[in-house]
């Protein structure tokens, strides 16, 4: 088969308390799994069959686009966590470029919050890197995300939909986020991904 999802990068039970394994459980095998078997379905015999993830995302529309998106979007999630992060970045030029982009780590903690809070129903918040190499924060509704128009590179996300958050928080939002901001954030995948963009 040719699409597949890379495995969870940690135990489910690594990012307790602010993400219970059960959470997990639930978001990886049958929300994520869920969205790659749909897709699979969707593209059989036809011509995104041939192309990459990444093809189908910039050039589908509708279901397609929505199982595609939702397959290459909980990948880049999960990479986006680690037990043990969030804070600001400890890399001293990422530091810098948050400090310069968005005046320091509290005012970018604070934008990212208010992205992922104030995003309507379900979607994603992003920390992208912009055509100027800037750093912004952005969200996305439903399965959208930034590698779409390729004008931004992403490099962190927070899953905003309900199920990433509702065993554990019911209709906290912010309590959720809070957790991921302060505990959980993955700079080691931002600076990999900040590097990468910078290269291209
Ligand atoms: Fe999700």
């Known amino acids: 088969m040719k699409f597949e999802i890379p495995p969870l990068p940690y135990a489910k039970d690594a990012l307790e308390p602010h993400i219970s394994a059960r959470t997990l459980e639930f978001h990886y095998e049958k929300h994520h799994k869920g969205y790659l078997d749909k897709l699979r379905k969707a593209i059989e015999d036809k011509p995104e069959a041939e192309k990459s993830l990444e093809e189908i995302i910039r050039t589908s529309e509708g279901s397609t686009f929505n199982f595609a998106a939702q397959v290459w979007n909980h990948s880049f999630y999960w990479k986006s966590l680690r037990p043990g992060g969030g ?96 505990h959980l954030l993955n700079w080691d995948f931002a600076l990999e991904n900040w590097k990468k963009a910078r290269k291209a």
């Open 87 to 182: 804070g600001a970045p400890t890399d001293g030029e990422l530091a810098r470029a948050v400090e310069s982009s968005f005046g320091s780590y509290d005012d970018f903690a604070k934008r990212l919050a208010e992205a992922a809070k104030g995003e309507f129903g379900s979607g994603w918040a992003w920390l992208v890197m912009d055509g100027q190499g800037r750093l912004r924060v952005t969200s996305s509704s439903d399965a959208e995300n930034p590698i779409q128009s390729g004008r931004q590179v992403p490099l962190l996300t927070v899953d905003v939909w309900e199920h990433a958050y509702y065993l554990d928080y019911q209709n906290e939002r912010g309590k959720y986020v809070q957790g991921v901001i302060d």
